[in-house]
Structures are given as C-alpha cells and as structure tokens.
C-alpha cells in the first residue's frame, strides 16, 4: 500500500485589499459634480435663437440699492420663467449681482440653468453670472442670485441671455 503524502500549500500573498467605504462615496460625489458641470456647459453651449426676447433689464449703480424691475409680459418658453427683481453692484466689492424669481410654469418639474448678463449704458458688456435651481415642481416659485465675480465701477444693466429648463 501507498502512502500519500499531503503537499504543503504554497504559501499565498496578503489578501487582496478592499476599498473604503469613504473612498467610494468621495468618487461618487466627485462623478456627480462632473455630471452637473458637464451639463451646465453643455446648456450654455447651445445655439440662442435671436427671435426670442429676454427679461426686461435692470439698471443700477455701484452701492446703488436694488431697482425692482417692471413687469412686462413674459416671453415663451424657459425664458419667461425668468425675471429679474434686482440688479445691483455690491458697493464693498464691486461685483454685480441680479436678484431673479425663477416660476416653473411647465407641466413637469424642472431644473433650471440661468445665464445672466451685466452690461454699461453704452451696451459694453463687463460681465456674466449663472444661477441654478433644481426640483422646482409646477407652478412653484424659487428665488435665486445670479452672483458675478468681476470688478465693476460703472451703472449696469442686468440681462437674461439664456435660460435652459430640463425635467428633473
């Protein structure tokens, strides 16, 4: 009779490493803020029909205080969800900034990408802002800042160039 004899086991490397839980959520939050960036862009990006009219401007001046903003008939589509209630430069910091009432008057809840223009009396443009609202359901109201960040000493007008709606 033979005898058999049990081989060894090869000795084996250290277990293969798992991934932290911490490191799992951070990309995920990092592929999140990429894919809200990449969207932004991409809306902003888009083609802006010159049949369509913006909200009526602002007008106000460093340290001005806000200047509500008529009220006209809104245009169609996004852009009429839109209006600017102030436009003001901050007199500490010199930056511009349009105070909007974004209305969600589609059938289905909404995310919205507002693009906002600040220009001289002479239509020179000295700056640009975005606001974003998410989730706003029908017929809600939200209240946002489309804050700029360049330095402007001069009157400013404030503009809507482009707003972007998408179902959320």
Known sequence: MSQQHAQPTPPQGPPPKKVGAGKIVGFSCLGIVGLVVISAVAGLAGSSDPKKEAAPPAAAGVGARPTPVA??????GAEGDVQIKTCEVD?????AKAGLTITNRSSKTSNYMVQVEF???????LGDALAATNNLAPGQSAQNTAQGLDQIKSKITCK????????S
């Open 160 to 167: 809507v160039t482009k707003v972007t709606r998408y179902a």
């Open 119 to 125: 220009v001289d009396a002479s239509g020179t443009r």
């Open 91 to 95: 007199s500490s910091l010199g930056w």
């Open 71 to 76: 009220k006209a008939a809104p245009p169609g």
